[in-house]
């Protein structure tokens, strides 16, 4: 996975022609603290990610506008 930088960003979009601006993404979530290490599947749709968790982390799964937890097409939790 890669991401850019600042300078970066804003050169793609000047090659393009597009303005940049900043964006706020809202969303719902059920969160936790991890009390022990745990192992984490992040699914939606496959397998994404697989991380452990140590104390004191948040375990964060994605709910609906109806607060209801999103599941995949599988029925997997998108944690």
Same mark, same amino acid.
């Given at each position: ?21 900043? /964006? ?7 969160? &936790?603290? /991890? ?7 992040? &699914? ?18 994605? #709910? ?6 999103? #599941? ?8």
């Amino acid at each position: 996975m890669w991401s850019l930088v600042g300078a970066e960003f804003r050169k793609v979009a000047d090659q393009i022609g597009r303005k940049t601006f900043k /964006a706020r993404k809202l969303g719902l979530v059920a969160a &936790r603290k /991890a009390v022990k290490a745990e192992t984490i599947e992040t &699914r939606w749709d496959g397998k994404e990610t697989t991380n452990t968790t140590r104390p004191g982390d948040w375990i964060v799964t994605n #709910l609906s506008p109806e607060r209801k937890v999103l #599941l995949d097409n599988k029925g997997n939790e998108n944690t």
